[in-house]
T-cell receptor, first 110, second 112 residues
Framework: GESVGLHLPTLSVQEGDNSIINCAYSNSASDYFIWYKQESGKGPQFIIDIRSNMDKRQGQRVTVLLNKTVKHLSLQIAATQPGDSAVYFCAAAGYSTLTFGKGTMLLVSP | DGGITQSPKYLFRKEGQNVTLSCEQNLNHDAMYWYRQDPGQGLRLIYYSQIVNDFQKGDIAEGYSVSREKKESFPLTVTSAQKNPTAFYLC???????????FGPGTRLLVL
């Protein structure tokens, strides 16, 4: 079956740094990808998405990059703030429903 | 306000008891989902429904049951057959199964 994985379970950064969170997927037919942010005790929140006909998409302080050749996507957060501390996970449109990765916990220290 | 609501926020289950978690959406989405999340783990799909009166098992359906009698509602029953029910339960909805899912705030189920 399809799998979606994150490269690092935890990422620690200083406030103001740029953060990069990575994700790999296995299904080469996946054509839609989403990044979510989940704060402790809350439901996941949509951040940004990208379709396979694009390789980059920008939002407010966030950028998603998609490399279909190596089946890899990344989420870049500019000028990371303490409020960005959360678990981030990617999802890929797969065989029937979305497949979710396990998540990377982003820790932002002042 | 459009969105997904889940109730209750916390739920306690006694041994041998069935409990039902509520999920309602007013986004006019056709598809709805239930996930289970254990500490430090990702989301595991329990059941999903693509349309009213139809639903499919996910990866961990044993010990759970659902119904989809209305487009807006997708309740999940945790039966006594589920021997390890303590977890954070998340409901989501989307226009189709291949599009962005929007999540509710979650229900934490604890066993007494």
């Amino acid at each position: 079956g399809e799998s979606v994985g994150l490269h690092l379970p935890t990422l620690s950064v200083q406030e103001g740094d740029n953060s990069i969170i990575n994700c790999a997927y296995s299904n080469s037919a996946s054509d839609y990808f989403i990044w979510y942010k989940q704060e402790s005790g809350k439901g996941p929140q949509f951040i940004i998405d990208i379709r396979s006909n694009m390789d980059k998409r920008q939002g407010q302080r966030v950028t998603v990059l998609l490399n279909k050749t190596v089946k890899h996507l990344s989420l870049q957060i500019a000028a990371t703030q303490p409020g960005d501390s959360a678990v981030y996970f990617c999802a890929a449109a797969g065989y029937s429903t979305l497949t979710f990765g396990k998540g990377t916990m982003l820790l932002v220290s002042p | 306000d459009g969105g997904i609501t889940q109730s209750p926020k916390y739920l306690f289950r006694k041994e041998g008891q069935n409990v039902t978690l509520s999920c309602e959406q007013n986004l006019n989405h056709d598809a709805m989902y239930w996930y289970r999340q254990d500490p430090g783990q990702g989301l595991r799909l329990i059941y999903y429904s693509q349309i009213v009166n139809d639903f499919q098992k996910g990866d961990i359906a044993e010990g759970y049951s659902v119904s989809r009698e209305k487009k807006e509602s997708f309740p999940l029953t945790v039966t006594s057959a589920q021997k390890n029910p303590t977890a954070f339960y998340l409901c989501a909805s989307s226009t189709t199964t291949q599009e962005t899912q929007y999540f509710g705030p979650g229900t934490r189920l604890l066993v007494l």
